[in-house]
């Protein structure tokens, strides 16, 4: 049977703008000196991303935004949302390097995310009356639908489905709107991928008691699909979902059929130009993309709740220095846009070819 869901989040709400976001696009348009471009980057810091507690340091911010949220939502009388990123399990990002976090299993790294939760849950319980969606652990349950020969990944299986399960109980209790991480199209879209990470994702509905309030999946996440693309990107060889339309609609009767009524976001933050790889497993900062279709309810599928900005356009998704402890290789192939900064950090050269190359145009 199909437990009722809570619907669609954003239909009805304003969606909050965090200015974390704001302040760093406009610090970037003043280091900019063509008119032109300037101008246009200007309009980014109006366009609501989400906010990535990447870790815990960054919990005590939220409470900030959620009574900026309240304020605003007092004074315009409209309900307001504020979209957030859930994103430090213990050995994170366990097929990459870029992105490796601050908790290890190895050094208790469970507990101690089990208390980011804990801040995260005990903050949002201070503002019963604000809308919060979050997105659930970008990559984690999708590396272990492909990754479990990778040894950190392998190790890590046991304490990702612990922590994510912990995550969407404890946050459910309060109400918020949730979002599983679910990959992209060239990731758990391929023929041999997508049952399995199917079964993957109603298992983790089943064990977490069929939240009322986990929504969906979230696709796309920092990486550069379309939604709907106007002819296949040659990269996308061999898998019949090439784009994220085809993934979704692919993907959510199976979801049905385990149990999952699950809808979906899409991020579409970075997705404006297509044909801008060779391989479409290259993710890490590359060359010629384009900040994408803007945030919307208007998304023209079924499935779809809402298109937004997950991964901030501008914030870098890994170090391109091969000294560094976090350097990963694929921050180096060709594609890869060179002189990166490390992951979450503002990349600027990369921030004004995304304006550049917007699609729509800025
Ligand atoms: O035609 N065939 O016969 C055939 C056979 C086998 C095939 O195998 C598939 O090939 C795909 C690549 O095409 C692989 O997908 C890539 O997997 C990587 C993780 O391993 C992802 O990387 C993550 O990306 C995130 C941002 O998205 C980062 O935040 C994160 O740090 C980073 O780790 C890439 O996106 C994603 O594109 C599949 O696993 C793989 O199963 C494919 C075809
Ligand atoms: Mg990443």
């Given amino acids: 049977t199909v437990s009722p869901d809570a619907g669609n989040p954003y239909t009805g709400y304003d969606v909050w703008l965090t200015p974390y976001y704001a302040s760093e696009v406009s610090s970037a348009a003043a280091q900019m000196t063509d008119s032109a471009q300037k101008a246009k980057a200007l309009k980014v810091a109006q366009i609501p991303t989400f906010t990535w507690f990447d870790v815990v340091a960054k919990v005590p911010i939220l409470d900030t935004y959620l009574a900026s949220a309240k304020a605003q939502q007092a004074s315009t009388g409209r309900k307001t949302l504020v979209q957030i990123v859930v994103y430090d399990l213990p050995d994170r990002d366990c097929a990459a390097k870029a992105s490796n976090g601050e908790f290890a299993i190895?050094?208790?790294?469970?507990?101690?995310?089990?208390?980011?939760?804990?801040?995260?849950?005990?903050?949002?319980?201070?503002?019963?009356?604000?809308?919060?969606?979050?997105?659930?652990?970008?990559?984690?349950?999708?590396?272990?639908?492909?990754?479990?020969?990778?040894?950190?990944c392998a190790g890590a299986a046991a304490a990702y489905k612990e922590g994510t399960v912990y995550a969407l109980k404890a946050l459910n209790a309060l109400g918020v709107y949730m979002y599983i991480d679910a990959g992209h199209a060239g990731w758990l879209g391929w023929p041999a991928n997508i049952q399995p990470a199917a079964t993957l994702y109603a298992q983790i509905y089943n064990d977490a008691g069929k939240p009322k309030y986990l929504r969906g999946l979230a696709s796309n996440v920092s990486n550069y699909n379309a939604?709907?693309?106007?002819?296949?990107?040659?990269?996308?060889?061999?898998?019949?979902?090439?784009?994220?339309?085809?993934?979704?609609?692919?993907?959510?009767?199976?979801?049905?059929?385990?149990?999952?009524?699950?809808?979906?976001?899409?991020?579409?933050?970075?997705?404006?130009?297509?044909?801008?790889?060779?391989?479409?497993?290259?993710?890490?900062?590359?060359?010629?993309?384009?900040?994408?279709?803007?945030?919307?309810?208007n998304t023209g599928n079924q499935y779809i709740d809402q298109i937004v900005w997950i991964k901030p356009g501008g914030e870098c998704d890994g170090t391109s220095n091969t000294q560094a402890v976090r350097y990963d290789s694929m921050c180096g192939v060709s594609s890869a846009h060179q002189n990166a900064p490390e992951a979450g950090q503002w990349f600027q050269a990369y921030f004004e070819m995304l304006v550049k190359n917007a699609s729509p145009a800025l």
């Fill in 227 to 297: 939604l709907v693309a106007a002819s296949p990107d040659p990269a996308t060889q061999g898998n019949a979902n090439y784009d994220e339309s085809h993934y979704i609609n692919a993907i959510a009767p199976m979801l049905r059929s385990a149990g999952f009524p699950a809808f979906f976001i899409v991020d579409q933050g970075r997705s404006g130009v297509q044909n801008i790889r060779p391989e479409w497993g290259h993710w890490c900062n590359v060359k010629g993309a384009g900040f994408g279709q803007r945030p919307t309810g």
């Fill in 106 to 152: 190895a050094d208790g790294g469970l507990a101690k995310y089990k208390n980011y939760i804990d801040q995260i849950a005990a903050t949002i319980k201070k503002y019963p009356d604000i809308r919060v969606v979050a997105v659930i652990e970008p990559d984690s349950l999708a590396n272990m639908v492909t990754n479990m020969n990778v040894p950190k």
